[in-house]
């Protein structure tokens, strides 16, 4: 869709939604010199050609366009219809001081802190005898106020002597891309929420404009099930991921063997890249080469402990906006189901953090019986705050791909059978230390003297704590291996001492355990001979083992 068919379709959805006549005056100010910017104390709208204003309108619209990085354009446009005596009153106060100005040849004084553009003195205020280029602007008050001669660079000074102000009705918003293609940008949003601070949030519209289908990729169109396994795998090594063990494999048989339910659960020690291959899987299903490149149908969401009831989900009614909160998880969902033909993937980050019956009861209930997620009680669809109608209840899409990840500390909670009975859990507790350091070094050169140094002792220690089920994951090793390449770079002290603070600072705080353990113990303190503080931190656990019959480093 070209940027004039984009403007057009906008334009002809607010026309549509305002109930737009013949004798509505619409104004489109979306050329590159001529869209909104933000001033201080407010935000110029455009510069519009107002000379051919009829008394007898019976409402304005002004349609502009705010642009943010990448790619992000919130269209809006403001109407004016109850106000509209103001609004005509205040550009015939204009033209009529703008003729004065004319026939004494003079300016008006000024004595108020506007700005003015450079064809102005800092002390005049100048009216132009014509309205064919008035300056909109949308100050913190939530008035709309007006001049057709030169602009005003801020909006923090008495605005009175300007009157009269024009009340909006209404500002209808639209976001391109559409949020099923393209993650909206934090700044877009932040925009939105902005004006419903100066006008009001009951005056903020949004309408769902653009469908984005066509923005796929055609390598979004295809289930997993029809990828070839052996170019998944590439391409999750491509985007970097390192599982030698299968665990590529099992997980795309575990996520996709049934037709209408996908749910697997990541299971292991903290750091083995349990949320990387879930978002590595889904990058290289959608055809992604880069993490950098933005997924739109992939959804992250981290779970948060205090969680009790599925709202943190599924979303809920906010009396004070009027609207539907659409978490992430249910944006996934609205996603999932208007895109029907596109995976659509969901990753529940520490599932068990909270107890997982509490809040993804009603998710596994409709795995279970196809049913619905019941999100309210309206017959009318309500408008969500992502600018989606949110239907009474939304059945769960077979194109929707669940995964979750757990670890199993003193910080989590224990999972029923009730979630394990409807999820396939693979277990990645399996750490190949010297693959790994070996891939670190093929694939960062400046890393390979830092990997070589790390290797001996890590790998030797690995292997004794991992007998204990106290193993480490890849993220402790490339932390280990970047803090000693820091130290050949900047600090330039002793590499045995620099693997002293490591142990104590990254390793060793993992140790606890009973008299069961204490093999362990001693064969760790025997390992770190030469390493003066190491050492003296396992003596100290020896002694607390010895005194209390138990020891935990932290």
């Known amino acids: 869709m070209s940027l004039e068919e984009r403007q057009q379709k906008f334009l002809s959805e607010v026309q549509k939604h305002f109930g737009a006549t013949k004798a509505t005056r619409t104004n489109k100010l979306f050329g590159v010199s001529n869209s909104a910017k933000i001033v201080e104390g407010g935000m110029q709208i455009g510069v519009a050609n107002l000379q051919a204003v009829r008394d007898d309108a019976e409402a304005f619209i002004i349609a502009s366009v705010m642009k943010f990085p990448p790619e992000d354009e919130v269209y809006f446009a403001i109407l004016v219809r109850k106000d509209k005596a103001n609004f005509l009153t205040r550009l015939a106060d204009m033209k009529r001081l703008g003729l004065a100005c004319k026939a004494t040849g003079k300016g008006q004084d000024d004595d108020s802190q506007e700005e003015s553009d450079s064809s102005e003195s800092d002390k005049t205020f100048k009216y132009s005898d014509r309205n064919n280029l008035v300056s909109l602007y949308l100050a913190q008050d939530g008035q709309l106020w007006m001049r057709n001669a030169g602009f005003w660079n801020s909006l923090n000074f008495d605005l009175s002597q300007y009157e009269p102000a024009v009340t909006i009705d209404e500002i209808v918003i639209a976001l391109h891309p559409p949020t099923a293609s393209a993650r909206r940008s934090l700044l877009a949003r932040e925009f939105i929420g902005w004006l419903g601070t100066l006008v009001g949030r009951g005056k903020i519209r949004e309408l769902t404009v653009w469908h984005d289908v066509v923005a796929l990729k055609p390598s979004m169109l295809r289930m997993p099930s029809s990828v070839s396994i052996n170019e998944i795998e590439d391409s999750v090594k491509t985007l970097g991921g390192h599982y030698p063990n299968g665990e590529v494999r099992r997980f795309h048989a575990a996520l996709n063997f049934l037709d209408h339910k996908h749910f697997v659960i990541l299971s292991g020690l903290s750091g083995t890249g349990k949320t990387q291959l879930a978002l590595k899987y889904a990058r290289a299903v959608h055809g992604l080469k880069n993490s950098e490149d933005i997924d739109p149908l992939l959804f992250e969401c981290p779970i948060r402990p205090e969680w009790t009831d599925p709202t943190g989900l599924t979303g809920y009614y906010d009396v004070l906006t009027n609207r539907y909160v659409v978490p992430t998880f249910l944006e996934a969902v609205l996603v999932a189901t208007a895109h029907r033909e596109s995976p659509v993937f969901v990753v529940l980050d520490e599932m068990n953090l909270a107890r997982i019956e509490y809040y993804f009861s009603d998710v596994l209930s409709c795995m279970e019986t ?32 669940i995964i979750g990840t757990i670890n199993v500390d003193e910080t989590t909670n224990p999972i029923s059978d009730k979630v394990l009975d409807r999820a396939s859990v693979i ?31 890590l790998t030797e220690i690995h292997e004794i704590m991992q007998q204990y089920g106290l193993g480490f994951g890849y993220r402790l090793i490339e932390e280990f291996v970047r803090y000693h390449a820091f130290n050949i770079e900047h600090i330039k002290i002793e590499s045995s001492d620099v693997t002293d603070q490591l142990l104590v600072q990254k390793v060793l705080v993992k140790l606890r355990g009973a008299e069961r353990q204490r093999q362990l113990l001693k064969s760790l303190e025997k390992i770190c001979e ?25």
């Open 370 to 401: 196809g049913g619905s997620l019941q999100l309210h009680s309206n017959n009318v669809p309500l408008e969500g705050s992502t600018g989606t109608s949110i239907r009474a209840e939304l059945p769960l899409p077979t194109n929707l791909f």
């Open 530 to 554: 030469g390493l003066p503080q190491a050492q003296s931190y396992i003596r100290k656990l020896l002694s607390d083992l010895d005194d209390f019959g138990s020891f935990q480093a932290m």
């Open 427 to 457: 277990d990645m507790s399996t750490v190949d230390t010297s693959g790994f350091l070996t891939l670190l070094a093929t694939r960062y050169p400046n890393l390979r003297t830092a990997c070589a140094i790390s290797e001996p002792k």
